[in-house]
């Protein structure tokens, strides 16, 4: 039998499915592409710049050393305290040459007074701005030495032989043979000078003192020494000297 009046009927419909979100598709990544790219430059090293300060500084002080050359030379020269030796000689012996500078004057420079057997002292003296005084003390002629090959020299006091030394021939003249005693002689020498000595001899055995008027001898020199004041109690006489004392003939 069929209903006149339908009635709606009421069914439950499920919800619908929510869509599913869109899959979005990417095509796949391509590889990068690689290029040749040139190295990087090394990295520059600093620049040094200490040779070029170096030469430059050199030069700057070698322009300095020449001028202070140029400009302060040696102009005046003063030689005091010579006698034998001529203020020329001197002068050279000093390095004292014409237009030398006077800054750099010093000892080296001098060094040939010191090497002069004729000067016993010196003493230089640099005077702002170009002056330098020079003074010498002179050995002085004591003796002469006649050599064991006859040659005849004339020495200082302390024994220094003096070359060139003119008007000596009334010095007191030593000679001798065997060890050289030249010491000995020299020191008998200075001790008779008030006994107007003329020379003396030495030989191993002893020593002979001749004076003017008296000729003493001694094996030993300070017994020479101390009995010396023999030779002017026995004038005109040959002394022979002793430890125990004094024979006359």
Request: no cysteine; proline share 13%.
């Amino acid at each position: 039998m069929t209903d006149p009046d339908p009635r709606p009927t009421n069914r439950r419909v499920p919800a619908p499915k929510p869509a599913p979100d869109p899959v979005t598709t990417e095509p796949p990544a391509s590889e990068p592409a690689v290029e040749d790219v040139p190295p990087p430059p090394p990295p520059r090293r600093p620049l040094n710049l200490r040779p070029l300060w170096w030469t430059l500084g050199s030069a700057a002080v070698l322009g300095v050393l020449a001028a202070s050359w140029f400009l302060l030379p040696i102009r005046t020269v003063t030689v005091q305290g010579h006698e034998r030796l001529s203020e020329a000689q001197v002068r050279r012996l000093a390095g004292l040459t014409p237009e030398f500078g006077w800054l750099y004057y010093g000892r080296w420079r001098a060094g040939g007074l010191a090497r002069s057997p004729w000067i016993e002292a010196a003493t230089v003296t640099r005077r702002f701005p170009d002056t330098v005084v020079v003074r010498v003390r002179e050995r002085e002629p004591f003796a002469r030495w006649k050599r064991p090959g006859g040659e005849i020299v004339t020495l200082a006091e302390d024994g220094t032989v003096l070359p060139g030394a003119r008007n000596v021939a009334g010095l007191p003249l030593i000679s001798g043979w065997g060890p050289d005693r030249r010491a000995e002689a020299l020191a008998l020498t200075r001790a008779l000078r008030r006994y107007n000595v003329q020379s003396v001899a030495y030989t191993p055995s002893g020593f002979t003192a001749a004076t003017p008027t008296t000729t003493a001898w001694s094996g030993d020199l300070a017994t020479l020494l101390k009995y010396a004041g023999a030779i002017v109690q026995f004038p005109d006489q040959e002394i022979h000297i002793y430890p125990w004392g004094v024979s006359v003939q």
